[in-house]
């Protein structure tokens, strides 16, 4: 495959014990609006907070208590449909989706189902070895978040904490394009970078802040689609590649074995990497949805878009095919860095001025890696951009060498010291003085005549050589006056 040009995935499939079979995959995603208060009420948002402090008389459903739609919420939810390439909806339409829970309060959610605030789009997603897949998106509508059933206080009662009751949620619906458990972790990756692109939702996945219900299928390839099951409330990427390929092989086994998928809600168990069955999966009747009589139906309009529109920023697909054209990065390369903002900021700045290709290399190969060593996000990283940029400088200048710069890195990591007060106070600065380098290397001849004589006849053992002197030095010699005095010297 030409570098640079990127080819679609092509469906995958499972063999089973009686052929191949062929996996459908769609998501629906619950991601919570990034705002400071709740989608019909003004009470918090804020994550932690003692169980029903954040609880407005309208969270609660008390008698007369009436909702106000959430302006920014509105305009966060437009925000993520332009990001998502998406057709915004100027005319939608809050609905009651009526069930009982316990932490349901009203008895009903209010939800958007037949009208939408954004329509279809689209979502390229990286997979392996450069390859892409194409992922529709079917719809994003705002609703408002149940409360939370609390089971372990006490031994014999349940609690409820309404403090969730009423925060904004974004559910974003894919097509069920995705065709593996790999595209299925790609598909929620690229969804959580957008949106913390765009500032609408933080992605913290452990804090509840963004789940997804994996609907998952299997059908012989090419024909009919098959009964889906539903694995809810899904909250890492690790634990959606385990349900999915657990899924995927329960189907298989039980159609093969003569069985029958029941279209059901499972619940997965990280425990045991298993899902179980929780209850039977209901339908869109099952809600009675009907239009909202306290909510006009919401109308947008073409300034209020534009308005929304002119303030996106550059996205991540843009981003990296930026960075493979203004500094000749590598498309996976470009793809690592562009995949978060953080990340992508963090490089810009290491790169300002700099060889970008160099710049890359030590963010995406030395910090990356001793970052997740350390169990650290970019923004928590010991070294800061300057510094890492700082050390690319006497790489470049020749004060030290590549080698020493990575055992300066490691000191930089433990300390947090500026490269150059490292590199000053342990004396590792490069010797480049040709003749203390040639001493050295006469020193080495002088002591193995047979391997001179080894490498006059053949030259690539001269690389042995190479690493004595170095090691002579203590990494300090330069390389490359090394290798041209060494070329000299047994050359002739």
Not at 31 to 36: L, P, R, T, W
Not at 77 to 95: C, D, E, M, P
Not at 423 to 429: A, S, W
Request: charged share 25%; with cysteine; hydrophobic share 40%.
């Amino acid at each position: 495959m030409v570098e640079g040009l990127m080819a679609e995935a092509e469906s995958k499939l499972v063999e089973g014990a009686t052929g191949p079979w062929e996996v459908i995959i769609g998501i629906e995603c619950h991601a919570q609006v990034a705002s400071k208060s709740k989608l019909f009420s003004g009470a918090a948002t804020e994550f932690g907070a003692d169980a029903n402090t954040q609880v407005s008389l309208v969270d609660a459903a008390m008698p007369g208590m009436l909702p106000v739609l959430n302006e920014y919420c509105v305009e966060q939810a437009v925000r993520t449909g332009l990001g998502l390439n998406s057709k915004i909806n100027k005319r939608s339409v809050f609905a009651r989706k009526n069930y009982f829970y316990p932490d349901l309060p009203q008895g009903y959610q209010i939800s958007q189902f037949e009208l939408p605030i954004v329509g279809e789009g689209e979502i390229v997603l990286d997979l392996a070895e450069g390859v892409q897949r194409t992922v529709g998106i079917e719809r994003l509508h705002l609703e408002q978040d149940a409360g939370k059933s609390l089971h372990d206080q006490d031994p014999a009662l349940s609690f409820v904490d309404l403090n969730r009751s009423g925060v904004a949620l974004m559910e974003i619906v894919s097509k069920p394009d995705m065709r593996s458990a790999e595209e299925a972790q790609a598909f929620l990756k690229k969804l959580r970078t957008i949106v913390r692109y765009l500032g609408t939702c933080d992605g913290n996945m452990e804090q509840g802040s963004m789940r997804g219900d994996i609907n998952v299928s299997v059908r012989r390839p090419g024909g009919e689609l098959g009964t889906r099951c539903e694995i809810k409330n899904v909250n890492s990427f690790r634990f959606v590649g385990q349900a999915v390929e657990y899924e995927v092989g329960r189907q298989i086994d039980l159609i093969e074995d003569g069985g029958e998928v029941l279209q059901e809600t499972r619940l997965f168990d990280p425990k045991t990497g298993q899902t179980r069955s929780m209850r039977s999966k209901e339908e869109a009747h099952d809600y009675r949805y009907f239009p909202d009589p306290d909510l006009l139906p919401l109308e947008l309009t073409d300034e209020f878009i534009d308005s929304i529109r002119a303030t996106l920023p550059e996205m991540p697909d843009q981003k990296k095919a930026r960075f493979v054209e203004q500094f000749g990065l590598k498309p996976y390369d470009a793809g690592v860095l562009a995949g978060d903002k953080a990340s992508s900021d963090f490089f810009e700045q290491v790169a300002e001025g700099r060889d970008a290709r160099v710049a890359a290399n030590w963010v995406t190969s030395e910090l990356f890696g001793a970052l997740n060593k350390l169990g650290k996000d970019i923004d928590e990283s010991p070294v800061s951009a300057e510094q890492l940029g700082e050390l690319i400088d006497l790489i470049s200048d020749n004060t030290i060498s590549g080698r020493i710069a990575k055992d300066v890195f490691e000191i930089m990591l433990e300390t947090g010291d500026a490269p150059g007060k490292i590199v000053e106070d342990k004396g590792l600065k490069q010797v480049t003085d040709t003749g203390a380098i040639e001493a050295i290397v006469d020193e080495i001849l002088a002591a193995n005549p047979d391997k001179v004589a080894e490498a006059k006849e053949k030259p690539k053992l001269a690389g042995w050589f190479v690493g004595q002197v170095m090691k002579a030095s203590q990494g300090k010699a330069n390389p490359a006056m090394v290798n041209e005095i060494l070329a000299k010297k047994l050359g002739g």
